[in-house]
Nanobody, 129 residues
Framework: VQLQASGGGLVQAGESLRLSCAAS????????LGWFRRPPGGDREFVAA????????YYGDSIKGRFTISRDNAKNTMYLQMNTLKPEDTAVYFC???????????????????????WGQGTLVTVSS
């Protein structure tokens, strides 16, 4: 599967952005998905994950309550709604897909970057104070 992240940009603190991750291929719904970010000069950080069905989600502590992950399997697209953005949210945001064995529960997701098989190219989010 190929992933294309978009929607990044420059916003002021307190504003919102919605990132999208469009995927190619007909097996989009067989992947658990996630968002990660890499701040300037920093390490990659887990942001959010969502199960194949979209029924289960999981968030990193730093964004909990402000960001919402979702997916539309009919459109082969995942989203990250980011509200109340802070300067420390400035980063390149990456979407990723993890192949899930069919026998695993539809509720499975992971924050472990090593479990993701495919990565998008990243989209830059800059939040000014």
């Amino acid at each position: 599967v190929q992933l294309q992240a978009s929607g990044g940009g420059l916003v002021q603190a307190g504003e919102s952005l919605r990132l999208s991750c469009a995927a190619s291929g007909r097996t989009f719904s067989s992947y658990a998905l996630g968002w990660f970010r890499r701040p300037p000069g920093g390490d990659r950080e887990f942001v959010a994950a969502i199960s194949r069905s979209g029924g289960s989600t999981y968030y990193g502590d730093s964004i909990k309550g402000r960001f919402t992950i979702s997916r539309d399997n009919a459109k082969n697209t995942m989203y990250l709604q980011m509200n109340t953005l802070k300067p420390e949210d400035t980063a390149v945001y990456f979407c990723a897909a993890a192949a899930v064995p069919i026998v695993w529960p539809n509720t499975w997701y992971t924050s472990d970057a090593s479990k993701y098989n495919y990565w998008g190219q990243g989209t830059l989010v800059t939040v000014s104070s």
